[in-house]
């Protein structure tokens, strides 16, 4: 039989414990930084490490049976995969914030306003459902930077202490999800005997350190 193959991402915020949760399950692998494929070799299962983007969509057409990824790239890329576990890491909330001296109250008054963004998906449904009509201006990165230059009226983005905000004179404004590491799969999975081997392991891991 072929082995399961596990999605983690390469390097990041959930690099590491998502390792140290692989680890901690006494799986026993390399953790080779410069390879994108280990095998672990006390059980059936391979180890993917990519870009954190990627894992839903690879979970999703199986070219990984599982993944370990945050809640908001799940959420952003609507890729179709089932939620096994959440795993009490890398948590945060993605809240729209505003310039401090930004005379905004309610979300009506973003209508018509630019909104500076890397998750447009997310945004755009939230815009939706409470009937405003905002300018969605897509960054790659340092979003919170795009007021100061006059680039957009307002930014959604993951926040976890808000120090960024702060120093970038933002403000929260509208709290719009809250995020945490998943252990997805594909559809269809759970019922092997490995995934539910791995499956016991993790939650005895996640038992033990409540
Ligand atoms: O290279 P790759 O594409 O894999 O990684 P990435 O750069 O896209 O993601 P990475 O490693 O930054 O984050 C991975 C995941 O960690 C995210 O998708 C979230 O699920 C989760 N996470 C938890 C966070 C944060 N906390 C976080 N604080 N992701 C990003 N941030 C950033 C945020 O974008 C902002 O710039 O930290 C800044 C705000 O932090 P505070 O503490 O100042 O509020
Ligand atoms: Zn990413």
Known sequence: MKNLKIAIQ???????????????CGLNFENYKSSLITT????????????DDDIPEYVQDGIADLGIVGENVIAETEADVRYLQR????????????PNQSE???????????IATSYPTILKKFLDENGVSADIRIISGSVEISPALELSDAIFDIVSTGGTLRSNGLKPFADVMASEAILISKNGIDSNPVVRELMQRIQSVLRAAE
Do not use: Y
């Open 10 to 24: 390469k390097s990041g915020r959930l690099n590491e414990k998502s390792v140290q949760l692989l680890k901690n």
């Open 40 to 51: 672990v070799s006390n059980f059936p299962l391979e180890i993917l490490f990519l870009r």
């Open 87 to 98: 795993l009490g890491f890398g948590k945060c909330t993605l809240k729209i914030a505003i």
């Open 104 to 114: 905004a109250r309610t979300l009506a008054d973003l209508d018509g306003k630019a």
